[in-house]
């Protein structure tokens, strides 16, 4: 299953997917769906799995990548 994470900028994105790659997570960077945020223009796309403290990485949301169903939330 893959999980969508949005951010609040653009180097939250890019600190998140080097921390995927660096630890051998299955990720890629797109342009975050509308209808999910309009926060940032980036996401990144990720394998589930994984633990991850979302919040260590200024991350806005978290949802499932087909359905775009909320996993997780920032509470700011």
């Known amino acids: 299953m893959k999980l969508v994470a949005t951010f609040h900028n653009h180097y939250a994105a890019t600190v998140f997917f080097a921390h ?6 299955e990720a890629k960077m797109a342009p975050t769906p509308r209808r999910l945020s309009v926060s940032c223009g980036s996401c990144v796309i990720f394998d589930i799995g994984h633990e991850i403290d979302y919040n260590k990485f200024d991350a806005e949301g ?9 996993i997780w939330h920032s509470e700011e």
């Open 20 to 25: 995927c790659k660096a630890r051998g997570i």
């Open 62 to 70: 978290v949802y499932d990548a087909q359905s775009y169903v909320k």
